[in-house]
């Protein structure tokens, strides 16, 4: 089979990178996702380095032995820790979630004032600082480890008023700054978006763009694979109109469907438990 009509690969340590799944299905329709959960291992984001990548490497052997054409890291604390692994092992096209949307963030900031939330993981790696930094050397960034937002985010709590709280307490020390765009590093904060805006709105007194890593990601992945003429609608056949969506998962638990419906529009979406 033509390398095109091949799949594209995307792994997270969980539910999270189903909103990268989710950007994914809107900017490429034609093409044939396989989805990768780690959820017999959630969380990544308070291991070691070492943890994360040796995860991060099995995931990708999984989803290489299915002979993805590419492969996306829809989790921040791996791409943290594994994308430039992952890039020397495999000569497939290989993207993280961090570079595409520090690349926004730079670009839409006035004040060049930035703040990224994240897991304990992504923050200590600092990856964001290099990423925006290397856009722009004089950017100033404001980093925060929020690790209570994940399970938060899981158990769909978007409207609590304890969640506010939680926001609050990682946000308000923002308050006197001169941030206007805030990056929400992590694949499962996207949940939380309008309760984060809320918060940091009301901290800062003004608008902020808050930016989540999935369309920029989305959109990096399509302009990478049309540069090596890997798109579906680059190959020699006819596609077919829609992709289709499999999503593998490490462990089943108990309404993980329910769970995933909260981060992806899962309509017509198959699911498998797998093992590692
Ligand atoms: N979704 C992962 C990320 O983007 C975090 C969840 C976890 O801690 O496993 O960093």
């Given at each position: 089979v033509e390398e095109n009509f091949a799949p594209i690969g995307v792994f997270?340590?969980?539910?999270?990178?189903?909103?990268?799944?989710?950007?994914?299905?809107?900017?490429?329709?034609?093409?044939?996702?396989?989805?990768?959960?780690?959820?017999?291992?959630?969380?990544?984001?308070?291991?070691?380095?070492?943890?994360?990548?040796?995860?991060?490497?099995?995931?990708?052997?999984?989803?290489?032995?299915?002979?993805v054409k590419a492969l996306v890291i829809a989790c921040n604390t791996a791409s943290a820790y594994a994308l430039e692994r992952l890039k020397e092992k495999y000569s497939i096209p290989?993207?993280?979630?961090?570079?595409?949307?520090?690349?926004?963030?730079?670009?839409?900031?006035?004040?060049?004032?930035?703040?990224?939330?994240?897991?304990?993981?992504?923050?200590?790696?600092?990856?964001?600082?290099?990423?925006?930094?290397?856009?722009?050397?004089?950017?100033?960034?404001?980093?925060?480890?929020?690790?209570?937002l994940v399970p938060l985010a899981e158990e769909g709590w978007s409207d609590k008023s304890v969640s506010e709280e939680i926001i609050y307490q990682y946000l308000k020390d923002l308050k006197n700054t001169d941030v206007d765009t805030l990056i929400l590093g992590c694949t499962h904060y996207p949940l939380l978006k309008g309760l984060i805006q809320k918060v940091a709105e009301g901290l800062l007194g003004r608008s902020l763009f808050v930016l989540d890593s999935g369309p920029p990601a989305a959109e990096a992945l399509k302009t990478l694979l049309r540069t090596k003429g890997l798109l579906v609608s680059q190959g020699s056949q006819a596609a077919c109109p829609r992709g289709k969506t499999h999503i593998h998962v490490t462990d089943y638990p108990e309404g993980f469907e329910e769970t995933a419906k909260r981060f992806f529009d899962a309509a017509g979406a198959v699911f498998t438990h797998v093992d590692l």
């Open positions: 997270d340590s969980g539910v999270g990178g189903l909103t990268v799944l989710n950007a994914l299905r809107h900017v490429l329709p034609e093409e044939t996702l396989f989805y990768l959960g780690d959820t017999a291992r959630v969380p990544y984001g308070n291991r070691s380095a070492e943890t994360v990548c040796q995860y991060a490497l099995q995931a990708s052997r999984f989803l290489i032995e299915k002979d290989v993207i993280g979630v961090i570079d595409s949307v520090a690349h926004r963030a730079a670009k839409i900031s006035q004040t060049q004032e930035v703040a990224v939330l994240g897991t304990r993981g992504t923050i200590r790696s600092e990856s964001y600082v290099k990423a925006l930094q290397k856009e722009k050397a004089s950017i100033k960034i404001h980093a925060r480890a929020c690790p209570l």
